[in-house]
């Protein structure tokens, strides 16, 4: 798997991704059951509020290789604040899109 891993920017600040990456490592939440390696080819955030530049941030990730793009907790599950992005559905719905079939999407990263 290769992985990219698109964050919230207001979150950024003080999470310095550090529960994604040990879920990537020892596979867990979303990566439970992975038995491929997973290869992460990039952590960026959205963008900012509403999240408009996220296709093309997805766009650059997959120039680089990414075959899966996985949305952080930040983004669709509000962790680490309990406060999911209100423009999270809008954002996936989006990225689905753009990506098709080709690319699996995760909803959450841990």
Request: with cysteine; hydrophobic share 35%; net charge positive.
């Amino acid at each position: 798997m290769k992985l990219a891993i698109i964050r919230c920017m207001q979150t950024e600040d003080y999470c310095p991704g550090t529960s994604d990456f040990k879920a990537i490592r020892e596979k867990t939440g979303a990566f439970e059951g992975v038995t491929e390696n997973i290869e992460l080819v990039g952590f960026t955030n959205c963008g900012g509020c509403p999240g408009k530049k996220v296709i093309l941030r997805v766009r650059e990730l997959l120039k680089r290789g990414a075959d899966t793009i996985a949305f952080a907790s930040c983004i669709q599950q509000g962790r680490p604040i309990g406060y999911p992005c209100p423009f999270a559905a809008k954002m996936k719905a989006l990225v689905e899109k753009e990506v098709g079939e080709n690319v699996k999407i995760l909803d959450h990263t841990h």
